[in-house]
């Protein structure tokens, strides 16, 4: 790292400190600090949302699959391009949640389901949660102590320690800040701002990488696999273990049943201006991740170029002989790209991918603090207490909860050590809650007969078989499932038991209107309105309704054509390949242009297009802060089913 790369890497620094100050004046009520006031538009949820996205720990947690499957892995998950696309258009699950007005999942279950429910829900919720997140802060401090060069271990007064965990608690403590200082005000618009200039970072990563690796060299290393383990023809790749086309279908199926399930963002979740900002937030976000996806791919290729390439043996030996000084073989693994990459790139483009990982440590950990903090506050500690905490008194106890789940996260990534693949064990303890409450939010959101008792069934069951898993394969390591199929076995059945204990048990249809707040239970002021045309049945298959503007239908239907065109080319391809397998050197001139090309041309668009709305999302936001009207009853409380402040 020379100067001027220290110089780009601290500045968000500065801008984490400005912003946190900045925001503290806008945070009013318990809903301010929940949810941002429930005024968020869709840049602003689309672009600080990608930024849980952008932490070191996802291009460690990237890289370790990219290394082991290249770029087969992307042809297998073209498959499933339509279907996630209809999913975001729709509104799957945000829209009518955003129709409930609860601040978190589980209150949403106080609503539907019961006070007891909802505590057993929003606890166990905490619990996968803190474990999920207890590496993360681990893992990216480890990364940034390798891509800085320091040494494994310090030696202070005699005391030896691990590099990272100092570094840990110093991010920990910014991230803190962010958190505590303005709630989901101050995440948000660190967030957004971190992904604004995070975008305008990729350009320059990208350029020098493209200038720096020739295909031809890349594609010399990537051809260089065993038989059945092809990094580039997806039909030569069935020896690759754990990221598969099983792997593609597994998550597809898992993403839609635990859609909005995991709560590492519950904030966002309910910090929309509308249902429909909700549902354009989740599409514009998908947009943005296709041109960020250029940088994870090319940082991963190049490295394994770097590495295994002759033109950069003496680098490719440097980085060698500074993994070997890691005393740990899994972490030697975890880093081994890591530290490639800080070989590789040139003056001040590392500084940038040094502020990227920074900006994602600081704003994706302050995400999760805010959330799990704030889940245990909302979802234990305000259902069993039986006079409302007073906004102050309320916010406080949000924030001293935060801090506990911060020193909770030091404690843990100081003490444990983790082996598995950093996305398997998000997989395992992700399972613990999801693995079971999926059936419950899908159940209570879309159909009428469900009850109580199925939801219990579904959530015991779910989460029993998922800590079942996790407890087999530790104690034995030739245990035959991972942690995705435990999530999967999981959740098959969890929905078979919430279905027929719910038919079992259903006595009266729940009202639906009272929970969507639709019909008379409408606010006065959408009451009567009368509802747009009804668009054309094109439109209504891809989940497109009356609420879509003009620009709406061209964002939805452009990413819903580009879908189905990356699909259409799988199933040809697939087909063609069936009969007549396409020659060798076909794979690396596909790749070039589609794994590698389009990409980057999307990180461009996006670019620029995200720049301008992003910083018009921030302006708009602040403003209609200004004039909202503060209801200290908004505050997580649920009365006979309903929410405190509609009940008043």
């Excluded at 005393?327 to 940038?352: E, R, Y």
């Excluded at 059945?493 to 249809?509: G, H, M, P, Q, W």
């Excluded at 070039?592 to 910083?615: D, K």
Aim: glycine residues 12%; hydrophobic residues 50%; contains cysteine.
């Amino acid at each position: 790292m020379t100067v001027l790369d220290w110089i780009i890497a601290i500045t968000p620094l500065v801008l984490v400190f400005i912003v946190g100050f900045y925001c503290r004046r806008y945070v009013r009520g318990v809903a301010d600090f929940m949810s941002g006031g429930r005024v968020a538009d869709r840049y602003l949820l689309s672009i600080a949302g990608g930024e849980m996205q952008a932490g070191a720990v996802v291009f460690v947690a990237a890289f370790e699959y990219i290394s082991h499957s290249g770029f087969s892995l992307t042809w297998w998950t073209w498959l499933t391009g339509p279907i996630i696309s209809i999913v975001g258009i729709s509104g799957f699950v945000a829209y009518r949640f955003r129709e409930t007005r609860a601040m978190t999942m589980a209150q949403f279950f106080e609503l539907r389901y019961s006070k007891a429910f909802r505590l057993f829900a929003g606890g166990l919720s905490f619990f996968a949660g803190i474990l999920n997140f207890g590496i993360i802060p681990a893992v990216g401090a480890r990364c940034l102590a390798y891509f800085w060069g320091f040494p494994e271990n310090l030696v202070f007064h005699g005391i030896t320690m691990p590099t990272y965990v100092p570094m840990m608690g110093l991010f920990l403590s910014i991230s803190l800040f962010v958190s505590l200082s303005g709630g989901l005000v101050t995440v948000m618009i660190i967030n957004c701002l971190e992904g604004i200039v995070s975008q305008i970072i990729y350009l320059f990563i990208i350029v020098a990488l493209l200038k720096m690796f020739a295909w031809p060299q890349i594609v010399t290393v990537l051809q260089d696999r065993p038989a059945g383990q092809s990094l580039l023809n997806p039909f030569d790749s069935s020896g690759v273990k754990d990221f598969n086309i099983w792997y593609v279908l597994m998550q597809l199926v898992l993403g839609i049943y635990g859609t909005m399930a995991w709560q590492n963002a519950a904030g966002y979740q309910g910090a929309a201006l509308s249902p429909h900002e909700a549902r354009m937030g989740n599409v514009m976000g998908r947009w943005r991740e296709m041109g960020k996806g250029a940088v994870v791919v090319l940082l991963g290729v190049c490295a394994m170029t770097f590495l295994n390439h002759p033109a950069f043996a003496s680098g490719a030996s440097a980085v060698g002989h500074e993994v070997g000084r890691i005393s740990d073989p899994n972490v030697q693994n975890q880093m081994q790209v890591t530290i490639a990459v800080s070989h590789l790139l040139p003056i001040g483009i590392k500084g940038g991918l040094c502020a990227i990982f920074l900006m994602g440590i600081f704003g994706g950990d302050a995400t999760h603090l805010h959330s799990w903090g704030s889940i245990f506050v909302q979802d234990v500690l305000v259902p069993l207490r039986k006079k409302p905490f007073g906004p102050k008194q309320h916010i406080f106890v949000l924030r001293c909860s935060i801090a506990g789940v911060a020193l909770f996260a030091f404690l843990f990534g100081t003490f444990y050590r983790q082996v598995d693949y950093i996305v398997m064990w998000w997989a395992v303890t992700t399972a613990i809650y999801v693995g079971g409450i999926g059936s419950a939010i899908l159940g209570g959101l879309y159909w009428k007969k469900g009850t109580t008792a199925g939801a219990w069934a579904a959530l015991l069951t779910g989460s029993t078989l998922a800590v079942s898993g996790i407890i087999g394969r530790q104690l034995d390591s030739q245990f035959p499932l991972n942690g995705l199929q435990i999530f999967f076995g999981a959740m098959l059945a969890s929905v078979f038991l919430y279905v027929v204990v719910s038919l079992l048990t259903n006595k009266e249809d729940f009202d639906m209107d009272r929970l969507l707040h639709r019909g008379k239970y409408a606010p006065a002021q959408e009451r009567g309105i009368v509802p747009a045309t009804e668009p054309p049945w094109l439109e209504r298959l891809i989940g497109i309704d009356g609420n879509f503007t003009r620009g709406d239908k061209w964002i939805a239907g452009g990413f819903f054509g580009w879908s189905m065109f990356l699909s259409g080319i799988f199933v040809l391809g697939t087909l063609w390949n069936c009969f007549w397998r396409w020659p060798s050197f076909f794979w690396p001139v596909f790749w070039h242009v589609v794994g590698v090309g389009f990409p980057v041309f999307f990180a461009l668009v996006t670019g620029v297009w995200f720049t301008w709305g992003g910083i018009r999302g921030i302006r708009r936001f602040f403003k209609r802060l200004r004039s909202e009207q503060v209801n200290s009853l908004d505050d997580g409380t649920v009365k006979n089913h309903r929410n405190l402040d509609e009940v008043a």
